[in-house]
């Protein structure tokens, strides 16, 4: 059993900042890509970051340059920090890992989390 777990979401104004956290616990036995992606009502889930074991990191064209995206292996762990917030990046930010688990290390899975509301307003 493997779960991502989310936190850091909320209510922020614009030009503010939060900070995602996504932790994977279970089974797990290595993490290959891990990241978030986002979903605003009525528009398709699209990526916001990813980054890869060794730190090659993948943003949409959206958050570059405003968000951050860091990951501490030992820990599982990926953390998201958004700055310069926009009223455009409210949704629901969903964590999302690409994965092996115990005991059958050589076959990869897709895992989401249940996703954090973030919301942008004023």
């Known amino acids: 059993q493997v779960q991502l777990v989310e936190s850091g979401g909320g209510l922020v104004q614009p030009g503010g900042s939060l900070r995602l956290s996504c932790v994977g616990s279970g089974s797990i036995f290595s993490i290959d890509v891990m990241g978030w992606y986002r979903q605003a009502p009525g528009k398709q889930r699209e990526l916001v970051a990813t980054?890869?074991?060794?730190?090659?990191?993948r943003y949409g064209d959206s958050v570059k340059g405003r968000f951050t995206l860091s990951r501490d292996n030992a820990k599982n762990t990926v953390y998201l920090q958004m700055n310069t917030l926009k009223p455009e990046d409210t949704a629901v930010y969903y964590c999302?890992?690409?994965?092996?688990?115990?005991?059958?290390?050589?076959?990869?899975?897709?895992?989401w989390g249940q996703g954090t509301q973030v919301i942008v307003s004023s």
């Open positions: 980054i890869t074991g060794g730190g090659t990191t």
């Open positions: 999302h890992a690409i994965l092996a688990i115990v005991p059958n290390p050589n076959n990869k899975y897709s895992y």
